[in-house]
Nanobody
Framework: QVQLVESGGGLVQAGDSLRLSCAAS????????MAWFRQAPGKEREFVII???????FYTDSVKGRFTLSRDNTKNTVYLQMNSLKPEDTAVYFC????????????????WGQGTQVTVSS
């Protein structure tokens, strides 16, 4: 059992930056695949960024060059650094984990946080 708790969301203007945190408990996640997904109102939850335990990272095209996933294994926490935010980034952001290979599919992730709201105004 892995518990994930996101924090750091808020209301910002276009061009601003935010760093989201995902604190994990129950298991050490250094060997887990960690990912961020997001869901805007009326839309399906979508893949944003993934970091495998071996260091490989995948991005959706819309955030490449702006978003970075990092890990602090001493704190059992992962982060999503979001720069140059755009109104279309507005969504609830979810942290997810799985003990397996990297995947962009929501159904492959066994553990999820509660989500944190990010709103970007123009």
């Amino acid at each position: 059992q892995v518990q994930l708790v996101e924090s750091g969301g808020g209301l910002v203007q276009a061009g601003d930056s935010l760093r989201l945190s995902c604190a994990a408990s129950g298991r050490t996640i250094s060997t887990y695949t960690m990912a961020w997904f997001r869901q805007a109102p009326g839309k399906e939850r979508e893949f944003v960024i993934i970091s495998g335990s071996g260091g490989v990272t995948f991005y959706t095209d819309s955030v490449k060059g702006r978003f970075t996933l990092s890990r602090d294994n001493t704190k059992n926490t992962v982060y999503l650094q979001m720069n140059s935010l755009k109104p279309e980034d507005t969504a609830v952001y979810f942290c997810a984990a799985r003990y397996g290979v990297t995947s962009k599919a929501t159904e492959d992730y066994a553990y999820w946080g509660q989500g944190t709201q990010v709103t970007v105004s123009s």
